[in-house]
């Protein structure tokens, strides 16, 4: 599909439908080739993008400091929920290790063997869960997470 060189429209034939210009004809004298991209609600980047970044870990701080997105209701709510969830990350990291040390000094070894193994498979399973709410913000939706999800919500004004 051919686009008009002067004003950027889609053009079917030789002439441009919008501005009258000749396809394959350079820009007129004086004229502004293509509009310059305009940024979707005066962020930097697409909404969707953000939220999405947000589950990145600490992000989220970022983005609730900086201005034109700490004003932007989704992006908090996406920012919140990461940084609740990577705290209930960091306590369940430090209770499964704690329970770890404690039977590693009371067991035998084919326990805490399989208590390593238990814990490794929560930590896989936090991890797939951060993915998840990472590509439903990259898909628009604002996906609750347990328990943290309205404390998000709350924190975020939503």
């Known amino acids: 599909m051919a686009f008009c060189a002067n004003c950027g429209s889609q053009v079917d034939g030789r002439f441009c439908q919008k501005c009258g210009a000749a396809v394959g004809a350079g820009p007129a004298p004086g004229a502004n080739p293509l ?3 305009t940024p979707s609600a005066g962020l930097g980047m697409e909404e969707n993008v953000a939220a999405a970044l947000c589950y990145i870990p600490l992000i989220g701080i970022i983005f609730l400091l900086v201005e034109p997105y700490n004003k932007n209701r ?6 919140f929920q990461s940084l609740f969830y990577l705290a209930a990350w960091i306590v369940a990291g430090i209770c499964l290790g704690i329970i770890g040390a404690i039977l590693f000094a009371a067991m035998p070894f084919g326990i805490w063997q399989v208590w390593l193994l238990l814990s490794r498979l929560v930590e896989l399973a936090l991890f797939v869960g951060l993915i998840v709410l990472a590509v439903k913000a990259y898909q628009g939706q604002r996906f609750l997470a347990p328990v943290i999800g309205p404390m998000a919500e709350k924190q975020a004004g939503v």
């Open 74 to 79: 989704m992006i908090r709510f996406h920012a």
């Open 35 to 37: 509009p310059p991209p």
